[in-house]
Nanobody, 123 residues
Framework: EVKLVESGGGLVQAGGSLRLSCAAS????????MGWFRQAPGKEREPVAA????????YYAESVSGRFTISSDNAKSMSYLQIGSLEPEDTAVYFC????????????????WGQGTQVTVSS
């Protein structure tokens, strides 16, 4: 059974930071790309970052570039999203997503999904 379990969300003041974690199981982690998507109230879900577990290539949405950092620990089957300089506009549910292709994650497609973790940024 595939599982993606996010943790690390919460309430933070603008300008603060958080680290989101995703524990993956049930698939060959090294063969996949991991991504983080978010969905804000009333908005469409969007990919914000992705990383290939094969070669470490990364992708960032323009809105988060320079503030968010994605990483993976293949030995632990964990994905992380370090989010900094948070803005109220970053308030959303953040989802951990896995797919065989980094490109798929870039265009919003994912095979396996976590349940999401809420990030709320107060002004």
């Amino acid at each position: 059974e595939v599982k993606l379990v996010e943790s690390g969300g919460g309430l933070v003041q603008a300008g603060g930071s958080l680290r989101l974690s995703c524990a993956a199981s049930g698939f060959t982690f090294d063969d996949y790309a991991m991504g983080w998507f978010r969905q804000a109230p009333g908005k469409e879900r969007e990919p914000v970052a992705a990383i290939s577990n094969r070669d470490g290539r990364t992708y960032y949405a323009e809105s988060v570039s320079g503030r968010f950092t994605i990483s993976s620990d293949n030995a632990k089957s964990m994905s992380y999203l370090q989010i900094g300089s948070l803005e109220p506009e970053d308030t959303a549910v953040y989802f951990c997503v896995a797919d065989a292709g980094l490109w798929n994650l870039r265009i919003g497609i994912g095979t396996f999904w976590g349940q999401g973790t809420q990030v709320t940024v107060s002004s």
